[in-house]
T-cell receptor, first 117, second 115 residues
Framework: DAGVIQSPRHEVTEMGQEVTLRCKPISGHNSLFWYRQTMMRGLELLIYFNNNVPIDDSGMPEDRFSAKMPNASFSTLKIQPSEPRDSAVYFC???????????????FGPGTRLTVL | AQTVTQSQPEMSVQEAETVTLSCTYDTSESDYYLFWYKQPPSRQMILVIRQEAYKQQNATENRFSVNFQKAAKSFSLKISDSQLGDAAMYFCAYRSGAGNTPLVFGKGTRLSVIA
């Protein structure tokens, strides 16, 4: 398996533009997580899905952020309009379910480095 | 809500020596999992070691071992025979044992290895 795939790897955009980040989880994984990493706040959960259904989006900073998972093999994180403070590394991760909800490893994608000018 | 605290923003170790990274957490749950992740400059998140809270025995993976003190809610990582390739950010993380829940991360410790 190719692992969790994220695109693009780098994105530079101007304030006010729409940004769409994409993620393909590992086949067979039923949980998908979006995290944001900044120097000030570290790694924060934005939203996660179980079986394509959003479970907790309380980490999404504002209405400018939205995420979708239309099927088991694809998710998007959209920022519209983007602002300089959105500059960060955005990680997607996926995990398989276990009967115990247990210790299955969460696999991370390589991240998307977003710079908003 | 669960929290994870890493009190050492930066640490350094001589090559071939041993270093211990600290982590404490706060939770009211009895069933949970703890992890250490390594993030090298490539920014890829790599799982180093995992500990199930119900296991008393400390986890070990080659040169990496943990000291899990459940009552004290402490989960430190020991790296033995440090190598230059161990230089990275290290994140301690917590996950509830209830269902498919996300990881809660500490702020990280930057480890430098001196040749």
């Amino acid at each position: 398996d190719a692992g969790v795939i994220q695109s693009p790897r780098h994105e530079v955009t101007e304030m006010g533009q729409e940004v769409t980040l994409r993620c393909k989880p590992i086949s067979g994984h039923n949980s998908l997580f979006w995290y944001r990493q900044t120097m000030m706040r570290g790694l924060e959960l934005l939203i996660y899905f179980n079986n394509n259904v959003p479970i907790d989006d309380s980490g999404m900073p504002e209405d400018r952020f939205s995420a979708k998972m239309p099927n088991a093999s694809f998710s998007t994180l959209k920022i519209q309009p983007s602002e300089p403070r959105d500059s960060a590394v955005y990680f997607c991760a996926s995990r398989a379910a276990s009967g115990r909800g247990g210790g299955n490893e969460q696999f991370f994608g390589p991240g998307t480095r977003l710079t908003v000018l | 809500a669960q929290t994870v605290t890493q009190s050492q923003p930066e640490m350094s170790v001589q090559e071939a020596e041993t270093v211990t990274l600290s982590c404490t957490y706060d939770t009211s749950e009895s069933d949970y999992y703890l992890f250490w992740y390594k993030q090298p400059p490539s920014r890829q998140m790599i799982l180093v070691i995992r500990q199930e809270a119900y296991k008393q025995q400390n986890a070990t993976e080659n040169r990496f071992s943990v000291n899990f003190q459940k009552a004290a809610k402490s989960f430190s990582l020991k790296i033995s025979d440090s190598q230059l390739g161990d230089a990275a950010m290290y994140f301690c993380a917590y996950r509830s044992g209830a269902g498919n829940t996300p990881l809660v991360f500490g702020k990280g410790t930057r480890l430098s290895v001196i040749a």
